[in-house]
């Protein structure tokens, strides 16, 4: 099946006369916010997950161009060594089938300060960095994704505020736009640099905006990129919609108030047990659901079906679960990597240096499970001809 749809998602960005409205109706969009930023007569429209094309549209194709789904550029040969993964072989032999890609360090860390690990899934690695490039100034401005009042699913925001970025703790696992904010950063005279949270799909997108001239700007304040390790795809609104119909809620899913909790009982072991998305309708009944269940909801093919990157090799810094409560940090530019350097040797993250049997064992079954037939078949189509 995924062969047949990477063939089927390669035909819809070629025929130029096909819409981003296509790639969304056809369950292949992955919600990055690309379309919405570039599109120059503002015809694309985002309304909590859904994509909806109106009259303004030109047919330009500039949407289909810069889609993170796009991906006849990304296993072009000139791309190869970036997805290599022959140093892990000599810094770490026990991950060499994992697609890593090209990196600088590999860590494996958790954060040290207790409010961080408090909000945080597994180790706050991702806070504590963030928290270090804000206080240290690296940065001042950070885009995160957090819920929102009236919204069924995350937003992109951005902050100088580390109690806000503190809010905005913990993995989402459900569609967030982050790059729809760019524009107004790139406008903001009192921004003059920013780190950017994203997923693989995104941070394959800012790399292609930096390659055109006409959109270098709209990146240009960009410092660092930090991605989270993406295993299998989000689920879409259907597939939620479905999920809270088995649950016996027949309320409209826009009728539906959603925050994320962390709510610790001794039987969750498992940090996405942990992690809860509490419904409220508006009779005022809760529902609590944990984000593994949320993820569990995927029926039918998604973003995951023809995206080939697992742990976001067009970042800076790329993040990952070791363990129920560490992080494993892929560094991958010097900046990144001194950017790391700095919030361990500040007292912000903890290295714990060696990986540990059962870390070893989770980080190749999440890494294995990722797309290997993808990344074979583009590899071969692309580097065959």
Known sequence: MTRELIQFALHEFENQENSIQNIYENRLCSFCGACILICPVNAIEYHDTRIVINDLCTNCGDCL?????NQKERYQTKLLEKESNRKIKQYLSKFKSIPFGFFINLYNCKAIKK???KQAMVGGATLAILSCALEEKEVDKLIVTEFVVNKQFPSAVSTSSYERLLESGGSK???????????????????????????PCQAYVLEKLRKQ???ED????????ITLFCGSGLPTREDVEVFLKEKKIETKLEDLKIYREKRKKLWRINPQNEERYIYYTEDGIEYDFSSKQILRTKRLPNCSSICPDYTGIHSDISIGGSNISRNIIVT??????ELVKKAISRGYLKDLKKFNFLERIIIKFMGNNKRKTNREYYKNRFTNR
Request: overall charge neutral; glycine content about 2%.
């Open 65 to 69: 161009a810069i889609c993170a789904q």
């Open 115 to 117: 409010e961080i690990l």
């Open 173 to 199: 696992y459900l569609p967030t736009m982050s790059l729809e904010l760019l524009k107004d950063i790139s406008k903001d005279e009192k921004v003059d640099s920013c780190i950017i949270t994203t997923l």
């Open 213 to 215: 001239k006409e959109t």
């Open 218 to 225: 709209l990146v240009k304040k960009i410092k660092y990129v």
């Open 332 to 337: 991958r530019t010097e900046k990144g990597e």
